[in-house]
């Protein structure tokens, strides 16, 4: 999954996609280095990061949806909590809602239900402003996994069945350097959940902390958490470095498969 933020704010890449021409171009670039969906975001979720009204996040992810549509055979994945932007997304040819406050906003669980796309829901306490303000957990892979087991059951009761999710354990939300490394190395604690993973780990601040590398220094990290997320059984990698991923990706299919 290649990353399109066509925000000003994003933590790596804010401002850089926000023009129709570039972020065309850069999900061409993403799709030809090997990416099978575009995720693409118009609300930034890192820390400390402001709050988007309904109509400035669709002017931003609408107009890319239907062109990426039209232009790229690729899903496109909207990164996005808003119930408005979920069902314009799917009317102009979207194929996974991305939401990283699994479907609580007010509305979401029906719109996204309406659409009949699939949906990804991960783990956050709080919102975006605030949610590394102290987070504590007693077992961080047991709550998240207890969190998204109850997020999964609203989609059901809202007519969202368990074939149509897919669970990310949210690394970098409302979690500290400890808690995303004891969620990444306890990983498999999900799977009895039944569902397939996503990994979102590219470029952030456990790899910057661990390795004391700002964020453009961050591309070797990321490969190496990609490797083992893969190994660990992640279905879905989002990152930023498509076509250096999907060599580790290729790579490690090739080993896995031998004879």
């Known amino acids: 999954m290649g990353i399109l933020n066509v925000t000003p704010d994003s933590f790596s890449d804010g401002g850089r996609f926000s023009h129709m021409d570039q972020a065309l171009r850069h999900a061409e670039a993403m799709v030809a280095a090997g990416a099978s969906l575009i995720d693409i975001g118009g609300e930034s979720t890192r820390p400390g990061a ?30 996005t909590s808003t119930p408005a932007v979920m069902r314009e997304a799917a009317r102009l040819g979207a194929g996974l809602i991305n939401d990283v406050r699994a479907l609580e906003r007010d509305g979401a669980l029906d719109a996204a239900a ?13 919102e975006p402003g605030t949610m ?4 504590h957990y007693d077992d961080v892979s047991a709550e998240v996994t207890r969190y998204l087991e109850q ?14 999710v897919i669970l990310d354990p949210g690394f970098g939300f409302a979690k500290t350097l400890a808690h995303n490394l004891s969620l990444f190395k306890h990983m498999e604690a999900l799977y009895r959940l039944q569902r397939p993973l996503l990994v979102g780990v590219s470029r952030k601040s456990m790899i910057g902390l661990t390795l ?3 964020v453009g220094e961050r591309l070797y990290g990321s490969l190496a958490l990609a490797a ?19 060599d580790v990706v290729r790579m490690i299919a090739a080993v896995q498969h031998a004879e």
């Open 151 to 164: 997020r999964m059951a609203a989609c059901a009761a809202a007519g969202i069945p368990g074939e149509r």
């Open 212 to 214: 004391d590398r700002p």
């Open 132 to 135: 590394q303000d102290d987070p």
């Open 114 to 126: 309406d659409t009949g796309l699939p949906v990804c829901l991960m783990h956050m306490r709080g």
């Open 228 to 246: 083992l997320a893969m190994t660990k059984g992640a279905s879905i990698l989002r990152v930023h470095d498509v076509a250096e991923t999907v």
């Open 50 to 79: 402001r709050a988007v009204s309904v109509t400035e996040e669709l002017e931003r992810v609408a107009p890319m949806v239907e062109a990426i549509n039209q232009r790229l055979d690729v899903v496109i994945s909207v990164d």
